[in-house]
């Protein structure tokens, strides 16, 4: 019956495509959704693999797609789904296919491929992605990553080797024309590898789409079989939107928004909370194989218990409701994991993997024996326990009764680069610089090499975390958030427990109250392996100087800085955040001083649960907000003012134009720093074409001369090509000048318009 | 005698420093996100297979053969001038003992002699050659390389046609109708994973359904090239 209603279900999903007014269907088409891997369209008989690790986390998207991607700036689509399955009276390339959500169609039934990973041995190979809509030869593919081309032939299909040189090797299906040659080295996500199509068996035989798969080897079967690419191309496209793609330590995440809930059936959850762990204490909530359970932990003790036991496994729950226990030391499980089977006693078998209370998701492996019919192990196989997040909260713990923390879904640093996008180099320095692109404004960092998993708890548990980071010039890791706000809150508590100083460094923080000196803020930020002269010349001399700036007099390096006032402390994060990102600090005031709201509210929640002084603690985040809050709804009437300074004492639109035009000031000063770099540039490129110029015309003389004495001679072929070699760089650096051009009258005009905003307002710019 | 003009210029030292360094930067990030399986060379066929190629080479009219270290570190397996009937030389360098005498269900639209693409790695330690018969291609890849992030210790013996004594054997399902145009085939020879990748086109379509036929392709491959290191 089950199978019969997910069916009609089904159907009528996609009869909604051929009914619906196209207003609806606009909306399907471009409000991108998505089921789970392994949900696979339900007329499909097989089941899919419901593994949500993304076993290429660095990949492209394979199409052409993006909220901009057209060529006239229009956004790009593309849609995961079965070219088998679809709706009675569906066209095979019928636009009703053409719309969200996708569908996982790895393991896909109707097919007869070997497939060791399958559920039923045998299956799809890969992903089937149709394009934007249904044209034939128009919608590029793209490489998926850096590699070379192994091989092409008469049916179309491309070969792909990934440059990592680590036996990754990706198939592209069904394109024509095909625009690359074996041997021809692609790059990801630049390299067009040729139109989408319906190339098959040498012909125009099936629908417009892409077949994507790769091989590789994977991590249990021990061998090169076509992997799951379902989640990796999920999180890659999420990548081209703008959205985050959710994955952590390799796994994708559940988005709340975006993915549909399934309805393959077969994953119906008991109504009611197990009678045996009702009441439990539990840390933290996780759904494994359709199964709400909890996490038990009692020091270095774990358990992973049924709460809500998926319906067909309830009567096995209630008789043995530890499905694993056993001892976490620092992130890493080992223990014992049950396999039910009632007539061999629930034989137990050993399972270890890296856990932590605030992944989004972990994985447990270990190797089980198959009994058989006498209890005896007649084979053995390897079992990987999936657990994920019964709620989505970004990876950070919970609060109390389950309720999630600070929110962060969809949230980004908002000097971070779109995705993509590189940073300019100028002058030799990157804009925007790490430490705003990280909104981690003093580039607090830790050792290179050191996961995730092993910082220290502050970090691990601040809210607004990214498990990604960005590196410094010495490999060491800077921490990366997703707010501003989260930013500025590190710094803070950083100053305030943090921060090293004291004659051997032997204090940490600088306490509630922070009263620090320039001199002891620049020890603590160079660490303690670095030498009085390096801390003077990289930290504290530019302190002083910049300090002299904000402060608008002169602070000497052992002045007592009372940060408790807030005046103070702006100034101070500006002096410090001026030196990291070598220009005018880009944070506004109203970002800092939420900012330092959310450093409060966290330091409460921290203190509360004593995280520095002991680190297995996990945080109840009671105090803090979600970080919606502090960018939206800090600082609004009667709901937690930021601290009143004088530009922003004055109430109403006064002062909301008084913290715009600080803004605006701020923009302005860092386009006058960024457009002077950008002349010198100009003037340094023009020199260099100058140059090149003169260069090329001595040689088309000397090449006049020599084709005058000798025709064919080596010389005159050789100084033929380096005149070619010559006027292609030249091109080269005529292109770049006239970029150069148009940023700099780009920049030019919008530093007028905001004069133009100033003179209205009547106020000097600066 | 004059001098190459561009020499000295700073632009071409400056691209071919970043070139360098891109280069060095490159090699330096694979070479931390990969890790190569031994070869195994021991096995009869292989080593009977070896010795015949080798004594071919000595007899092949050649300026210089290659050294050691610049030949591929895994056996470069692949097909012969006649697939059907391989000649003398070819049977003595097959993987499978059985060559001669095992019938190949191979299509007639097939040309007589393939054109052969072949390209390996710097590394000399991956392969992948294109044969094409015209209404049929096949691509035969080797790789020593994997990700070592996945963690894996591949011990066991696990492919699609399983060669056993030089004969492989067949336990698949037949294909079904969504597979025509194309078949894959994972082996593990020598302790390395193998891909053939085969596509058939109008006149072919049957061989790429009959997984009987695509195993016994597994009895026509050669040593083509490769020694221990």
């Known amino acids: ?766 | 005698m004059r001098s190459t003009p561009m020499r000295g210029s700073p632009l071409r030292r400056a691209i071919a420093g970043w070139f360098l360094l891109t280069v060095v930067v490159t090699a330096g990030t694979a070479e931390a996100q990969r890790s190569q399986l031994p070869v195994d060379w021991s096995d009869n066929n292989t080593s009977g297979a070896l010795e015949s190629f080798e004594r071919d080479m000595a007899r092949t009219p050649r300026p210089k053969s290659l050294p050691t270290s610049r030949q591929l570190s895994l056996p470069r397996w692949g097909f012969g001038i006649d697939l059907v009937r391989p000649n003398a030389n070819e049977r003595a360098r097959s993987l499978s003992s059985t060559t001669s005498t095992t019938e190949i269900a191979w299509p007639s639209c097939a040309a007589a002699v393939p054109k052969v693409g072949e390209a390996e790695g710097d590394t000399r330690d991956w392969y992948s050659d294109d044969y094409d018969w015209g209404c049929i291609s096949i691509n035969i890849m080797g790789d020593r390389n994997y990700d070592p992030r996945l963690r894996t210790e591949i011990t066991t013996s696990a492919s699609d046609c399983e060669v056993k004594n030089g004969r492989s054997t067949t336990a698949v399902t037949p294909s079904l109708q969504f597979d025509r145009g194309s078949f894959v085939l994972h082996l593990r020879l020598n302790g390395i994973p193998y891909t053939i990748n085969g596509s058939c086109l109008r006149g072919a379509e049957a061989f790429c359904t009959n997984r009987a036929a695509q195993c016994a392709l597994v009895e026509r491959l050669i040593l083509k090239g490769g020694a221990p290191q």
Request: aromatic content about 8%; overall charge neutral; charged content about 25%.
């Open chain 1, 1 to 766: 019956m089950r199978v019969g209603n997910a069916y009609i279900r089904a159907v009528l999903v996609m009869l909604l495509g051929v009914v619906g007014t196209s207003d609806a269907t606009a909306q399907r088409r471009h409000d991108f959704s998505y089921f789970g891997p392994g949900d696979l369209q339900p007329m499909a008989t097989e089941k899919g693999v419901r593994d949500r690790r993304v076993f290429f986390p660095d990949f492209a998207f394979p199409l052409r797609v993006g909220p901009h991607a057209g060529s006239d700036g229009q956004p790009l689509h593309a849609y995961l789904n079965s070219q088998i399955f679809r709706a009675p009276g569906v066209a095979v390339n019928g636009i009703e296919n053409y719309v969200y959500p996708w569908r996982d169609n790895y393991c896909e039934s109707q097919r007869g491929w070997s497939m060791p990973n399958c559920p039923a041995g045998i299956g799809h190979q890969g992903q089937d992605i149709r394009p934007s809509s249904p044209d034939n030869q128009v919608w590029d593919v793209l490489a998926v990553d850096d590699g070379e081309v192994i091989s092409v032939n008469a049916n179309t299909t491309v070969i792909v080797r990934s440059s990592a040189n680590n036996g990754v090797t990706c198939r592209y299906l069904h394109m024509q024309p095909v625009l690359v040659k074996k041997q021809q080295k692609v790059v990801r996500g630049v390299t067009v590898m040729g139109k989408v199509s319906n190339f098959m068996g040498g012909v125009p035989g099936t629908s417009i789409h892409l077949h994507f798969d790769c091989e590789a080897t994977h991590p249990e079967l021990r061998r090169k079989v076509f992997m799951p690419v379902y989640t990796s191309l999920v999180a890659s496209y999420r990548r081209a939107w703008g959205l985050p793609d959710l994955v952590a330590q390799r796994i994708l995440a559940r988005d709340p928004e975006r993915e549909a809930p399934s309805d393959a059936g077969g994953c119906a959850t008991s109504s009611e909370v197990l009678e045996a762990t009702r009441g439990l204490n539990v840390s933290s909530r996780w759904v494994h194989n359709c199964s709400e359970m909890g996490a038990v932990v009692d020091g270095s003790s774990l358990k992973l218990v049924y709460l809500r036991p998926q319906t067909t496994v309830v009567e096995a729950a209630r008789r043995n409701p530890v499905l694993v226990q056993g001892n976490l030391q620092d992130s890493r499980f080992r223990g014992k994991a049950i396999r039910f089977n009632k007539d061999c006693n629930d034989p137990a078998f050993d399972i270890s993997g890296d856990f932590s209370l605030d992944a989004q998701s972990f994985v447990l492996t270990g190797e089980r024996a198959v009994l058989g019919s006498n209890c005896k192990g007649i084979d053995t196989t390897i079992e990987n326990l999936v657990f994920e997040r019964a709620e989505s909260t970004g990876g950070r713990p919970q609060g109390p009764d389950g309720q999630p923390s600070p929110s962060v879904v969809g949230l980004t640093c908002p000097f971070g680069l779109k995705p993509g996008d590189k940073p300019r180099i100028i002058g030799g320095v990157e804009f925007p610089p790490k430490s705003e692109r990280s909104c981690n404004f003093t580039a607090i960092t830790l050792p290179g090499g050191q996961s995730f998993e092993s910082m220290p708890q502050y970090v691990q548990q601040w809210p607004g975390i990214l498990s990604e980071v960005l590196t410094d010039r010495f490999d060491d890791q800077i921490i990366t958030l997703r707010t501003a706000e989260a930013g500025v809150g590190l710094w803070y508590y950083w100053v305030m427990n943090r921060a090293r100083h004291g004659e051997g460094l032997e204090h940490s923080g600088f306490g509630q109250k922070p009263t620090p000196t320039l001199a002891q803020l620049a020890r603590a930020m160079a660490g303690a392996g670095r030498s009085a002269d390096y801390v003077q010349k990289v930290y504290l001399a530019p302190y002083v100087k910049f300090a002299s700036t904000y402060f608008s007099r002169d602070v000497d390096d052992d002045e007592r800085i009372d940060m408790s006032i807030p005046e103070n402390r702006w100034n101070l994060a500006r002096t410090m955040f001026r030196l990291e990102s070598g220009r005018e600090p880009v944070i506004s005031r109203k970002q800092f001083e939420c900012g330092i709201a959310l450093g409060l509210d966290v330091n409460a929640d921290f203190q509360t649960a004593g995280i520095e002084k002991n680190p297995q603690v996990k945080a109840v985040f009671s105090k803090t907000r979600g970080l919606a809050y502090y960018i939206d709804e800090c600082g609004k009437s009667g709901d937690q003012p930021p601290p009143s300074t004088p530009s922003t004492a004055v109430d109403g639109p006064i002062a909301e134009l008084n913290r715009k035009l600080e803004i605006a000031t701020s923009q302005i000063s860092v386009l006058m720093r960024e457009k002077s770099a950008l002349a010198v540039e100009k003037t340094s490129l023009e020199e260099r074409l100058n140059s090149s110029l003169s260069r090329l015309q001595s040689l088309e003389r000397e090449v006049s001369r020599l084709k005058s004495q000798e025709p064919e001679s080596t010389e005159a072929i050789r100084s033929d090509h380096l005149l070619q070699s010559l006027q292609a760089e030249n091109k080269l650096l005529a292109a770049r000048i006239q970029s150069t051009e148009r940023e700099l009258l780009l920049m030019t005009q919008l530093l007028q318009a905001t004069r133009e905003i100033c003179r209205l307002k009547s106020t000097n710019c600066g």
